[in-house]
């Protein structure tokens, strides 16, 4: 029997990992520039806190979930299909606030959804993303939207489309819920299966539809910003401003509502037309009402945003972007040319190691031929050469494996050498 990872998971191999480091990196050193400290929360939590936060309605909890009871007395537990529930939770638990007045953190993080598996859309996938927390002002959100597109600029990505939308407060959310119910009424029999469910439950996402049926009829709808409240929209037009200010081109998107629901005000996705359906490459917003609805006492306002891993790298493998990251390579290979140079050559990789480089050692007793072949495949820098005579002599053979230029050098003098050029 052989087994096989399971649909909508993906192994990612050695020969590819360079790629996830790179950006990992990269990524990193950005969101530390823009002074956000790293959290890493429990990969399961109570299924309650994602269906509090996500929301009853949305497609994530109502059918995507990965939940389990360990145990017939415990609570029902879920695989975390997203990060800003865990952060906000994590918030509140350990009481960061009192801590300092704003919080910044980031993530690099798996997350587990139960979606129909295609490209760029997958069951197990990894997420970088960050939340600023305790800032109720505009400036907060434009710095994010701006930590965002600095992650993609820097990388190279090209042909991106940011889109931006206002859903304003809860009122403004009721209110409009009911001026679209009441303008797509006439046309219920028109709607898609998912779409009449929608209508009921949650009939902003009906202008999420991708039915090219529907886009007619979503294009005429009503639109949100039309009945934001007047701080929500001095808010929406200050973060534009800044945008404006930061050189940041964008699109209002009136039909951009996000699949979860905890957003209010600033919502905002960055798009991809390389990507085909899953165009996503990230999104995220503003959440003022999460911690409330999580016990919070205070209310905490907060905005971030999250990006697709692997839909980065699709984009970025189609652009060879990969160019400037390189696979790991050893510094050093030793190669022994006689059976007596053997056990020194395992020795003295030892001894390479030890003083920090990188080195690689032939452990299959193969040819000296064999052994240069693997050098080279490996991408070695250098290869120390020993047979008999150098045993003897105490002066081994430094190739540049690059140039191809070699010398006799004492082994002390070579570990200076490599140490100086590493
Ligand atoms: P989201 O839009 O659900 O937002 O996910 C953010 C990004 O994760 C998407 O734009 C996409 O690139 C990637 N993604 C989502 N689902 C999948 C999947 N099944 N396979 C591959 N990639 C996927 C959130 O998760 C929010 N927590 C973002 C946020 C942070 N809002 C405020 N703070």
Redesign the pocket.
Known sequence: MKFQSIK?TKDILPHDIYKWRYIEEKVRSIFERFGYREIRTPIFEETALFRRSIGETTD?VGK?MYSFQPDPDSESLTLR?????S?IRAYLQHNLASQSALTKVYYIAE?F?K?R?QA????Q???F???CIGSAEPEADAEIIALMMSIYQELGVPNTVLRLNSLGDAHTRKVYREVLREYLRPHYDRLDDVSKERFEKNPLRILDSKNPDLQELIAHAPRIIDYLDDASREHFQAVQDFLHDFGITFTIDHCLV???D??SRTAF??QSPDLGA?N????????DGLASLLGSEKPVP???????????IMTMEKYQLFSAAKPLAPTVMIVAQSESARRWAIGTAQLFRREGIATEVDILRRSMKSQLREANRLGAKYAVIAGEQEMQSGHFQLKNLMTGEQRALLLSEILEHIKVDK
């Not at 299909?81 to 529930?85: G, L, N, Q, S, V």
């Open positions: 909508g994530i995507e299909p997203e990060m800003t529930a952060v997350l959804r979606e598996p760029g859309r997958q069951r996938f990894w997420q993303g960050c939340e996000r699949g979860l905890y957003y996705e960055l899953q996503a490459l990230g999104g995220g917003g503003r959440y907060a905005v971030g945003f999250a990006s697709g891993m692997e839909r980065l």
